[in-house]
């Protein structure tokens, strides 16, 4: 089992930055790739950024490249998103999740609120 715990959201105004903390506990060794989704009020979740665990690689959403980084801290088992340049539209709820293989996200966190304001 992987405990996903999520913190830094907020509101913030277009054109501003927020970084995303996600703090994982238990079974981390087992860990191949952590994500970051959000949700939109009334709209299906969708994939924003992912990093290898194993190989350090990263992949985006096109909507996000060039304003969003997902990093790691391998000694605290966190991973970040940098959120910059935000837009009205990047308003959501955002997940971490983590998988141990294969494509789907086996564990999620609770979500945090993002809301950028025009």
């Known amino acids: 089992q992987v405990q996903l715990v999520e913190s830094g959201g907020g509101l913030v105004q277009a054109g501003g930055s927020l970084r995303l903390s996600c703090a994982a506990s238990g079974r981390t060794f087992s860990i191949s790739t952590m994500g970051w989704f959000r949700q939109a009020h009334g709209k299906e979740r969708e994939f924003v950024a992912a990093n290898s665990w194993y190989t350090g690689s990263t992949n985006y959403a096109d909507s996000v490249k060039g304003r969003f980084t997902i990093s790691r801290d391998n000694a605290k088992n966190t991973v970040y998103l940098q959120m910059n340049n935000l837009k009205p539209e990047d308003t959501a709820v955002y997940y971490c999740?983590?998988?141990?293989?294969?494509?789907?996200?086996?564990?999620w966190g609770q979500g945090t609120q993002v809301t950028v304001s025009s």
């Open positions: 999740a983590a998988r141990f293989g294969g494509n789907e996200y086996q564990y």
